[in-house]
């Protein structure tokens, strides 16, 4: 009988114990009547809104990972496609990053076979489109980071200097001594099951794995359309944007006298809340709170109440969208099993 895989209990409890520090330190010192009025001040349907927006940038996102699908299996429709991308979301809740693995399981679950009786959209080729798109989603996010602080340097350049950029600085040569070191190993540990593939049947497994992701990153290689590929990119952020800029909108009778967040200010919040995820919890918790908060008290002087809710309102409402439509899809696929 094969072993079952440990559930990974203490990542996950060190993962929430991480998620509920920040959320202390975020919350910690808020007075609840007030951050209560002042939630019930907001202006709800800009709230909608940026849910609204979210759920399109799932569809924009579902449309630009089936095109990674393509070369592998043109017959995938764009509604499993979308189920998979909703139901990943809803996963990642429970456990961060769980939902790429999960998604690539319902894309092969639903894919048909090839000649070879095989899927054609097996889990490693799958595995292979979603390591691109994640790969093209932090490149996205580098650039658009860069291009905002090449456009606002002055008003945000200070904020990423001492918040990020020096405490990330401050661990650079242990980080990078790491990332070395693994990368060393990953390349000895391939090339010692590529040696064993036909002596061991279990490296001969592990390389057929490998080389199916390979072949999945390589079909990537061969879109046919790549500028609507990066204008669906631009697109999803820009959905990003605008559900920061309508939680702007939802916030703004809260806001200080003399203070007033603009297009340019939502791309910043943008740009670190989506920073924010980087940091291993479920759902963003926590992180998210804390920057967001830590950005607006620091640069606006924002109350703590107000950047509370700013922060509550854009995530809780992505949190919500994702619940919603995960929901939906999860449902869908129990009926028509």
């Not at 979210?54 to 592998?72: D, Q």
């Not at 918790?285 to 703590?304: D, K, R, W």
């Not at 109440?305 to 619940?323: C, G, K, M, N, P």
Request: glycine share 10%; with cysteine; proline share 4%.
């Amino acid at each position: 009988m094969e072993a079952r895989p440990r559930t990974p209990w203490l990542k996950y409890l060190l993962s929430l114990a991480v998620a509920a520090a920040l959320l202390y330190v975020s919350f910690r010192g808020v007075k609840w009547a007030d951050l209560m009025a002042a939630l019930g001040a907001c202006r709800w349907g800009f709230v909608l809104l940026a849910m609204a927006v979210g759920a399109l940038a799932f569809v924009l996102r579902a449309l630009r990972w089936r095109m990674l699908l393509h070369p592998i299996d043109p017959s995938l429709r764009l509604l499993p496609v979308l189920n998979a991308v909703n139901i990943s979301y809803l996963a990642n809740l429970v456990l961060p990053r769980i939902g790429e693995f999960v998604r690539c399981g319902y894309i092969t679950k639903h894919s048909i076979p090839g000649p070879d009786g095989h899927k054609r959209a097996s889990y490693d080729k799958t595995l292979g489109t979603v390591v691109v798109d994640r790969l093209w989603d932090m490149l996205s996010l580098f650039l658009l980071t860069l291009v905002m602080l090449g456009l606002f340097w002055n008003r945000f350049g200070g904020f990423f200097r001492e918040r990020i950029l020096d405490p990330v600085s401050g661990n650079a040569g242990h980080t990078g001594l790491m990332l070395a070191g693994v990368g060393v190993l990953a390349v000895a540990g391939l090339w010692l099951i590529w040696y064993l593939r036909e002596r061991s049947a279990l490296c001969g497994k592990v390389w057929g794995f490998v080389a199916g992701m390979g072949t999945g990153l390589r079909n990537c290689l061969h879109l046919q359309r790549f500028w609507l590929f990066f204008l669906l990119t631009l697109l999803v952020w820009a959905c990003y944007w605008m559900q920061c800029q309508a939680i702007v909108w939802a916030v703004d009778s809260l806001l200080p006298a003399g203070v007033r967040l603009g297009p340019g200010d939502a791309l910043f919040l943008m740009v670190v809340g989506a920073l924010s995820s980087l940091v291993p919890v479920p759902g963003g918790f926590g992180a998210f709170h804390y920057l967001v908060s830590l950005a607006l008290t620091s640069l606006y002087g924002i109350p703590m109440e107000t950047a509370v809710i700013f922060a509550t309102l854009s995530h809780e409402s992505q949190i919500l969208i994702q619940i919603l439509c995960g929901g939906a899809s999860y449902a869908a696929e129990s009926f028509t099993q």
